[in-house]
């Protein structure tokens, strides 16, 4: 075919792609996908593009261009086949007052980012429950049906739950955790509410595991599925013969000789170590290889700590499930405090264990997952705490260790005195900006041991090696106008110490001579925290989406979005609160020391036993975050920008304006200072933390001798959980 003649075919091609259809209206787009149960991000994954894009075309911000724009089509004219708009009807007959009372139900969310197709996605502002709920006490319940999904005043039949997608899994069909309240109502994710006829803990058991149908399917082929979550309301604790508040407020737990705790042992329920407080877990052993367990979360007994879930307790009952249904989706089901839940995470991704054949006897046994943490190691004696076996065997209980005997990989808290340059250049405020996710986008690609320590002496540094160095990295001088990379307070070593691989490493980037004394090496090693970084990335990107913040943004735009973001839906706000801990905690729960006032110095406790304990691994990570806060401001302060304060993951600088617009350096050509710090919502960006007036600062450094950085949004950030 001649060339022009093929040209010519290609633009009549491109031309009946254009006309292949029309688009419905926006509104009609967003119906029809939810009307298939498909998630945006399902959608995008098909069409190969961004969830923004599918958020984009729906809300005609944006119009799909060829080739997408025909494929786009194809997959709504199939919905609306499979879905048309339903014919209006005569509303039915309205039951007397006295047959059943209305729940107040909150208007439908927006269409959000929704997890993925592990689980069913569910809008944080519950949409309008599928069944009326509880009748007045003078009437009677209505029906339940064999799935227990209560029967609607004036139907012959209850309506029924959305189908669930395609892939997803007949055992969980609704959906991975339910709120009890006290009248038997149990409400799931997406408007479900469910009859649970269930009055005591044994009862509520199995039902939950023989009818609820609740749960999500694992994570990783060779993990297990999340166990049911049953999280109980104030009524609903009452109603199983639970007390209002925990007497034991240090154990936090019910006695073993509680009536309820009695009910669950006779009939022949187990309760893990914690025993029964705000998350208990109660199991049957796995019969078969399956496992028989219910999680159950007691909001009463503050299950929700209000520091990573706002509000979210006092909520009534079917936001909570849309809060909590989120974050099951986007990153786990709940089983615990935020930290647990990061930890867990961690497990769930990357299992310790898989399925492998026995040679010998051609049957299926337990074995090593290659690239995990597969069982518990002892630390090298410089990461452990103090009160760990390897340290107690050396060191009294009061000794103060040296930086020659313990590694100190902390979070920057660093300020110093103001210049006379800076007082008298017409300096007007102080500006905090706070990077995104500091500690998971530390977390990405990071190489950390996976099992136990090499201990050499005099060995050349390898920066492919994970692990601990003794290093004298105090002949490095550095401007005192920006604090050290290697201590956390940000002063400069003062001889030898020991260091992870991620800080010695940086000390090389900086011209540094490194000649290790001695070292402790991981030589089996890989980028264990991989998957973690990137479904807590995708679960915060997701959720500020909802929140209105999105890629691509312009400075001005994300500024002006970031604004009210947390103000614009308080349930979505509570899970992206949630998320954020679940990060910190997780990191924190990798050097969990002691939980037990009867512990004693130098024994063991249980955390030991995780093969996810790890000092290790927390030291490597937060070395690259704090390394990473330096290497950034270094290359501010070669234009002349330098922090006055460091906190964590939040740096704050003298400005002319009270925007970070208003220091923040740009190339000639209006672009973000190449190394710097880059507004923006993905993690590794920075926001906007707070201003205040520059007498403020000033007398903050030099009257009161406290950190900006912790008071720059005119709150502790420590105490508010930041």
Known sequence: MPEAQEGLFAAVDALLEEAAGTLPPPAERV??????????????????????????????????RPPKRAAYIRLLEGLAARHPVPEPTAAPTPPPASAAHPVPSAAPSPPSGAGPAEGVAAPVTPA????????????????????????????????????APADADPRFGNGPLGVLDGDGSLYCVGGLVLDCPATTLPALVEWTLAEAKLGAPRLHKSGKDSDPLIVLTAGAAELLGLPATLEDRRGLRLPEDHPAVKQLTKADWKLTRRGFGPWARIYRPADGGRRRCVQLAVLPWGALDARSWGDTGQLPPAEVAAV?????????????????????????????????RDEATGSWVSGPLPGSLTEPVDPAPPEAPMEHPVVAARYPRFHERTPEQALDEEAYDWFRPLTDEECTQGYTHAVGIDVNMAFAAAANRLNVGLGPATHVRAPAFDPKLPGSWLVDLSHLDLDPRLPSPFTPRGDRPEGPGWYSTSTVAYALELGARVRPVEAYVRHEHGAYLDPWYARLRDAYLETMADLGVTTGMSDEEFLAAMAPHKDADPGRAAVLSAVKSTVKGGIGKLRERPQSARHTYGEGWPALQRPTWSPHIRAE????????????????????????????????????????????????????????FRLGVNPGMVKHEGTQDFLWLASMIEDEQLNPARHIKGTDAVADGE
């Open 31 to 64: 119906r029809l996908r939810e009307a298939g149960s498909l998630t945006q991000a399902q959608v995008a994954k098909a069409l190969r593009v961004r969830r923004e894009t599918v958020a984009d075309w729906e809300a005609a911000r944006k119009e799909p």
């Open 128 to 163: 309008r429950p599928r069944r009326a709920v509880a009748p007045s006490p003078a009437a009677r319940r209505p029906a339940r049906t064999s799935a227990g999904t209560r029967a609607m005043p004036g139907k012959a039949e209850p309506e029924r739950a959305a189908p």
């Open 324 to 356: 909590l249904g989120t974050y099951a989706t986007r990153v786990l089901t709940p089983r615990g405090s935020t930290a647990v839940c990061g930890l867990e995470l961690m497990s769930a991704l990357r299992p310790p264990t898989r399925a492998v």
């Open 621 to 676: 990570l937060i070395g690259k975050a704090r390394t990473n806060m330096h290497r950034k401001m270094t290359r501010l302060a070669s234009v002349g920008r330098y922090p006055v304060a460091v906190l964590s993951d939040c740096a704050v600088y003298v400005s002319r304006g009270p925007s970070p617009l208003d220091f923040l350096p740009y190339t000639p050509e209006g672009k973000p200072l190449p190394g710097g």
